[in-house]
């Protein structure tokens, strides 16, 4: 009688924990979904959005490679622009999939996701399988990107 009692209340007591994790990770991930939807529909606004106020750090493949400061992210919007422009580069879209590896240490996270960069050289398709790593940090209004990097091979035509 004694077990019957304890596992339902074992239940009970795990339950809200395990439901409250994909809740986390949702809102972990929230800024880096936004900023990447963002970046594929042409939303600037929505994407910028999704940084802290004040110093962000960027890298990137294409020069001059990092961005650091309160603008970083429109630095680096520009510089992609005119990298696209000089390299052929049109209809770029990143897909991205679920986290896998996640440290969160009270207001700042470590966030790293699998990622394809498609996109067009010249007319030619061409994919880029990577990894973005963020640098989150959480605020009044939840959390918002403080840096990123972007890994990943070396281009190659789409499959």
């Known amino acids: 009688m004694k077990k019957l009692f304890l596992l339902p209340l074992a239940v009970l007591l795990i339950a809200p924990i395990t439901a409250a994790a994909p809740a986390a990770d949702s809102d972990l991930t ?3 979904r936004q ?3 963002g970046f594929n529909t042409g939303d600037t606004k929505s994407a910028y959005a999704a940084y802290v106020q004040g110093d962000v750090s960027i890298i990137d493949e294409f020069a001059p490679h990092l961005w650091v400061g309160p603008k970083a992210p429109q630095l680096w919007a520009a510089d992609y622009e005119k990298h696209a422009k000089a390299t052929g580069v049109s209809d770029g ?3 991205y999939g679920a ?3 996640r440290e969160i240490d009270g207001v700042r ?3 790293i996701i699998p ?3 498609n996109y067009k050289e010249k007319g030619a398709r061409i994919a880029e399988e990577g990894e973005m790593t963020f640098v989150l940090s959480k605020g009044k209004t939840g959390w918002k990107i403080k840096a990123w990097t972007w890994s990943g091979v070396k281009p190659h035509p789409a499959g």
């Open 35 to 37: 900023f990447i939807d």
């Open 115 to 117: 990622t394809v960069y």
């Open 109 to 111: 996270a470590y966030v």
């Open 30 to 32: 929230k800024p880096i």
């Open 99 to 101: 986290p896998t590896r």
């Open 93 to 95: 879209s990143v897909k």
